[in-house]
Every structure is written in structure tokens, then in C-alpha cells.
């Protein structure tokens, strides 16, 4: 059984003192926390750490960034934290720099694989969706990394040329049509398992942003342009600017990411935005260019509902305001009400089903300290029994779920209830927070 460091469970105390009279949450707090530290990490013979997502035995450059972010609390008192934490980062620039275009790898170059699909596989793929999030975790939890403990010891020279491939990328889709190379099939059935027009996906034209294959859900997106991983992405290059300046000393770099981020964001504002009749101006999940556009939110991240979270925008950004009271309301085709519990879904899990990654997002966006209040209760509410958390559940019948072992779950439960007191990692947006509404 892996030995659980102090560090760890000091924090797991300080919820406890937070929370004297409340052993559900406390024993789902300390369940959930650690359980990306016992059951996925696994360190590798060149002192990178390969990240596991759970029940599939692949890392996800997403999931993995995700799952060990709240671990930063701790990475100052505890040099193996911070070690675990650089060997993440760098594992996943070496995997960045092996195909910018894969989404999920293998610990070794075994040829395993999700499927056998139509793309440039090599032994190291699990799958090859092209996913715009890929790109923009690494660099946050480097970001983030930096800002809590000052240690620059994982932007190097790999990270450095992580950073220009980034961009490289991003301004290759921007072009998509003209200059991508890019292209996926996959022999299903499923539309959203695979992109049309012979891989290339659908239709779209230049408007600044830069083109998605596949939502964080690995989903297929209707439209190329998926708005709020092109908000992430003018997050992740602002602080690829800021690091190539600061510690990297290239500021013809800095200068080409910002320039980018404004061209991304501008495009985002200028294309990716609704006059909606009943809410006014607020943001599309998905455009193309071309006129069309799909208005729901997912909730797998980067989501429209969590742009305040990953820095986009402010949390009471008027337009951002807008697009929450949308896509927390029936109008969004994947927002479900049950007899326990409602929220955001996926249309990568059943009807009815929300997801719990989408509740935390909710409760850490929301200004309403009301609101905050009820998501944690949901949370007490919709464990199935497992003293876990999972990816969707039956908002009607929680123990009816999918997913029983899905880290990233567990910690975006475990990031809520640590923002819920006041402890947020040094360098999120979540720090800059202040106005609750009592």
C-alpha cells in the first residue's frame, strides 16, 4: 500500500479542522484527494512520472495535468511533491514533442492502442485526437508549477522548444483547411468518434481561432472551432509569453505568443459570440466560420462554464454571465434536473447523467456563495455509495454511474472543497476571486 506523505495529510487535517462535524465529507475528502496519488502515478527510469487516467491505462495530457494540480499545495514543504510534480511536466513535454497531435500515450512504445485508426500512429500513440487542450495543460501545470515553488528546473530547453512547436501548431490550424496535414477516421458507427470529408472534419474559414479535431469529452466537434479550448489556449500562451520572457529569455517568443493569443481572442469575440433573445450576448460552444454554430456547453474541460477558472475572463464578466445563466438552464440540450441532483452532462455519457468535473467547475465559477453551498451537498449526495467520484451519473439514481475508477473526478471534488476554504494553488485564477455574494 503506498505510504501517503505528510504533506499530503496535513492538508487532509486542515479540511478535517474546517469541517469537524462532517464525516461524509471528510472520509470522501481524503478518499478522493489521494487518490490520484495512490493509484495512478507512476515514476519512470528517466525521473519523468507517467500519469495514469484511472480504469484506462493511458496519459492523457489533460487528465494528467488535471489530476495532480491540487498536489501543488504541498509542493513547497515537500521535495518529493515537487519532484512527482517536474516529472509530470516533463514526461508530458517529451510526449508534446513526439506528436503535438496525440492526445493519450502509452509508458513505453508497446504499439497498444484504443483503436486501430486512420492517422500517424507510432508505438507510443493510444490515440491520435487532435485536441487543442493537449497543448494548453502542460503548460498551465508548468505555469503554475513555477509560480508556486519559483523552481525553473522543467522549463528547459525541451520545454522551450515545446513552446515554439505550440505555436507552430496553433498557427498551422488557423490555416486549417489550407495548411494542415492533419486528418483522422476511425471505422464506427459513431459520428462523434470520427471526423468527416476524409478526416479532414468539417468545413470551416479563417477567422483568427485556431482549429479543434476533438472536444476535451475526445468527442468529434460539429463545428472546428470549439470556443472555450480557443479560450484556453490564449490562456496557455500568455503564460508561454510570460515564461519565455521571464526564464526562457526569448522575447521574440514572448512577442509571437501574445501576438497570437490576441488573434485567437479576437477571433473568439468577433466570431465565437450569439446575440441570444432571451440572454443576450453570450458565447457558442462551437463555430465554423461560415455562419453556423451550436449553442450548449460539455462538461469535460475547457468549458464555456469554466472560462473563469482557466483565466479567460472574469467571474462576473457580463457576457461570461450571460452564457452561465444559458448553459445551466434547459436550454443547454446537455443540462439535466433529477430528484438529487442537476448540472452539466456530456453527450459522451447517457441522458440524464451529469457529470461531477462539472459541478466543481460550477461551484469554484459561481459568485454566489448560495449556490457554492448547494453544490456541496450535491456532492455528499451523489457518491453511489463508493466513496468516490465519477465521470456521469443518473441524477435521479446516483448509484447509477459510469466510470468507477476516474481520477480526474476525484480531483476536481477534492480542488472544490479546497477552494470552498479558502485554499486555491498560487497562480490560478481561483486566487484572484473576491467577489462572493453572501
Not at 261 to 290: C, N, Q, R, S
Request: hydrophobic share 35%; with cysteine.
Amino acid at each position: 500500500m503506498t505510504t501517503i506523505p505528510a504533506s499530503l495529510n496535513k492538508i487532509i487535517d486542515e479540511v478535517k479542522e474546517a469541517f469537524p462535524n462532517n464525516d461524509k465529507l471528510n472520509d470522501l475528502f481524503a478518499r478522493c484527494f489521494v487518490n490520484t496519488y495512490e493509484t495512478t502515478l507512476q515514476p519512470m527510469e528517466d525521473g519523468t512520472t507517467f500519469v495514469i487516467t484511472g480504469d484506462i491505462p493511458a496519459m492523457w495530457l489533460r487528465d494528467s495535468a488535471a489530476q495532480v494540480r491540487p498536489y501543488l499545495l504541498a509542493a513547497n514543504e515537500d521535495e518529493d511533491i515537487k519532484h512527482m510534480l517536474t516529472g509530470v511536466v516533463n514526461r508530458q513535454i517529451k510526449f508534446l514533442l513526439h506528436d503535438p497531435y496525440a492526445n493519450a500515450f502509452n509508458s513505453k512504445p508497446s504499439g497498444d492502442r484504443y483503436h486501430e485508426d486512420q492517422t500517424e500512429m507510432t508505438p507510443w500513440l493510444w490515440e491520435r485526437k487532435y485536441e487543442i487542450d493537449s497543448l494548453c495543460y502542460p503548460i498551465q501545470l508548468a505555469y503554475l508549477l513555477w509560480k508556486t515553488t519559483d523552481s525553473t528546473d522543467h522549463l528547459n530547453d525541451e520545454f522551450h522548444e515545446a513552446v515554439r512547436t505550440i505555436v507552430h501548431v496553433f498557427k498551422t490550424e488557423q490555416k486549417h483547411e489550407e495548411q494542415s496535414s492533419y486528418r483522422f477516421e476511425r471505422e464506427t458507427q459513431l459520428h462523434t468518434e470520427t471526423l468527416i470529408r476524409d478526416g479532414l472534419g468539417s468545413e470551416v474559414a479563417y477567422t483568427g481561432m485556431t482549429w479543434c479535431g476533438f472536444r476535451p469529452s475526445d468527442d468529434a466537434c460539429t463545428y472546428g472551432y470549439l470556443v472555450p479550448a480557443n479560450m484556453f489556449a490564449v490562456v496557455a500562451l500568455t503564460y508561454a509569453a510570460e515564461i519565455s520572457e521571464s526564464v526562457l529569455e526569448d522575447a521574440a517568443l514572448a512577442s509571437e505568443c501574445r501576438d497570437l493569443a490576441a488573434e485567437i481572442k479576437e477571433g473568439i469575440e468577433t466570431h465565437g459570440t450569439i446575440d441570444h433573445p432571451h440572454f443576450g450576448k453570450i458565447y457558442a460552444y462551437e463555430v465554423d466560420g461560415l455562419g453556423n454554430y451550436l449553442l450548449m456547453d460539455d462538461a469535460n474541460v475547457p468549458s464555456l462554464l469554466a472560462a473563469p477558472y482557466l483565466g479567460y475572463c472574469d467571474f462576473d464578466d457580463e457576457v461570461y454571465q450571460n452564457t452561465r445563466q444559458f448553459i445551466l438552464s434547459r436550454n443547454n440540450p446537455f443540462y439535466y434536473e433529477g430528484s438529487v441532483a442537476k448540472g452539466i452532462g456530456s453527450p459522451h455519457t447517457p441522458d440524464h447523467y451529469v457529470w461531477h468535473i462539472a459541478l466543481a467547475i460550477q461551484g469554484m465559477t459561481s459568485i454566489d456563495q448560495a449556490e457554492k453551498d448547494e453544490i456541496f451537498d450535491t456532492f455528499l449526495k451523489t457518491d453511489g455509495g463508493t466513496g468516490f467520484m465519477h465521470e456521469g451519473f443518473n441524477a435521479s439514481k446516483p448509484e447509477e454511474f459510469t466510470r468507477e475508477w476516474f481520477a480526474w473526478s476525484n480531483t476536481m471534488f477534492s480542488e472544490f472543497v479546497l477552494s470552498y476554504i479558502g485554499k486555491t494553488v498560487t497562480g490560478s485564477p481561483l486566487n484572484k476571486q473576491e467577489k462572493v455574494v453572501k
